[in-house]
Nanobody, 126 residues
Framework: QVQLVESGGGLVQAGGSLRLSCAAS????????MGWFRQAPGKEREFVGG????????VYADSTKGRFTISRDNAKNTLYLQMNSLKPEDTDLYYC???????????????????WGQGTQVTVSS
């Protein structure tokens, strides 16, 4: 089992940047495909992007493509989400998620993932 803890959220002006981190416990982080999701109150959780276990493949939602970048450092058991050109509509609670995967797989559905963090709030002011 892996435990996930997000950090790096906060308040930023539109057009600004933030980098979220997701620290994972356990020695098998490199065996997991990882993903970022976000959720606003009263709405369904939305896929932001995902990355395969060795960073070979990344997938992004259309709404984040070109502005957000997912990366991971398996030596540090950490997943990152670099968010640039932030918009007020990016305001959400951001979650990281994990599931064991074969090489190259990226999961994009909420139901694909097994482990979840508690979330970190991102607020973008206009």
């Amino acid at each position: 089992q892996v435990q996930l803890v997000e950090s790096g959220g906060g308040l930023v002006q539109a057009g600004g940047s933030l980098r979220l981190s997701c620290a994972a416990s356990g020695p098998t982080f490199s065996s997991y495909a990882m993903g970022w999701f976000r959720q606003a109150p009263g709405k369904e959780r939305e896929f932001v992007g995902g990355i395969s276990r060795s960073s070979i493949n990344t997938v992004y939602a259309d709404s984040t493509k070109g502005r957000f970048t997912i990366s991971r450092d398996n030596a540090k058991n950490t997943l990152y989400l670099q968010m640039n050109s932030l918009k007020p509509e990016d305001t959400d609670l951001y979650y990281c998620a994990a599931k064991w995967a074969v090489f190259g797989t990226v999961w994009s559905k909420e139901s694909d993932y097994l482990y979840w963090g508690q979330g970190t709030q991102v607020t973008v002011s206009s």
